[in-house]
């Protein structure tokens, strides 16, 4: 049989990121002997060994590594179902108006992010756009899981693989330095000069909850980041658009040799929304 239940996805996913059934089975809230034995008639019915035990623990095979990352992705797709239906099962329920949520990185493309709500919200019948900031590198996981709709993402730092998009506009990158720093006086620098300056390191922002290593200091959000660049503690790379944040204390000098941003929105591949489609049809004529 090829068909999963989303139940048996639930237990082996828990088992295989837990690395341990005792604390998979406290996990999901269930007794660890018939945890177990859900793992085994699964791995039954599939006909292959998912899971390696011996006394030093559990480890995946490279059936069970598949099982997981496909299992993950099944278990997004159908939290992501209930979420969108509600939203947009909303105003038949006499609720709010059909509503789309957008994910937007925060402090980026505030310009280009005004324009395309400010065209949208001229557009008859146009639906509620609810802005949803979040980190860097966020919006992927917003999109998976159902808690955006759409999304603005920037490569080269974000993946588009699994999802459609449309390109709305291409940047170069700048360094953002103390404003009485020697190199602030430069026309232009390059990725080499920013990334080995003695006193000053390169800010390091979180990927997927870890950070590089580095002697740069660690920085959660802008506000942050604006302060310790204010504070002569760190420089940061950023697209040109960013220079809307900047503070007196700061100085934007152009980057000769950075790859270029490029702002894409972005949602969800199987998506047959009528209203994502206004969106993102206003988006490209931008």
Known sequence: MDTLETRELRYFVAVAEE???GRAAERLGMAQPPLSRAIQ???RRL???????????????????VLLHEGRAALDATVAAARRTRRAGGADSGGPRNRLVLAVKAAASHELLRKLLDAYAAEPDSAEIEVLPCG???QEELLRDGRADVALMHTPWNSLAGFDSEALAAEGQVAVLPAGHPLAARETLSLADVSDIPDLPLARWPTRGSYAPGPGPEVHNQTQLAQLIALGRTVAVVPDSARSWLWAEHTAVPLADAPTVVTHIVWPAHSRSLTLAGLVSTAARL
């Open 41 to 43: 008639q699964l791995e």
């Open 136 to 138: 860097l590198c966020e």
């Open 19 to 21: 690395l341990h059934f």
């Open 47 to 65: 006909g292959v060994c998912l899971l390696l035990r011996n006394r030093r623990g559990v480890r995946l095979t490279g059936a069970g590594e």
